[in-house]
């Protein structure tokens, strides 16, 4: 079973800069599935050509309408990762809250790694657009 992806068999190292090598064969694939799932909510639809609908919708708007529109949100995460990323299954996203203070919203990412179990993340989004994902258990 593929541990870590092409942008990592390419470049020889993570998106934080750790090479591939330094991390144990055995959380390699779920740190490179972390990392593409945070590219994927990242991108904004539209930005490829040659996969339209690749991406999240302006996360501006969607703050701006928050928080009724956090079902949206959570229903194109749960869309775009089943579709675009093949190394999970069973993929399911909870709206977890809207942190005002912060002005953040969170959901948790639950599935299974193809051959390796149940994964649970963390993702996070700010009105900027960013985005954050974390591994937080099984």
Partial sequence: MQSEGLLEKI????????PVRSVPVATRRQQSVVEHIQRLLET???MLIHMPDFGMPDIGDLFRR???SATEIQTEMESLIRKYEPRMENVK??????????ARIRFRITG?????GRVQLE???FPNGRGEVR???R
């Fill in 44 to 46: 904004r639809k539209g």
């Fill in 135 to 137: 591994h937080t258990g």
């Fill in 11 to 18: 470049t020889g190292v993570f998106q934080d800069g750790t």
């Fill in 66 to 68: 928050l928080p009724g």
């Fill in 93 to 102: 996203v909870h709206y977890l809250e809207f942190e005002p203070a912060q």
């Fill in 112 to 116: 299974s790694l193809k051959g390796a």
């Fill in 123 to 125: 993702s996070s989004f």
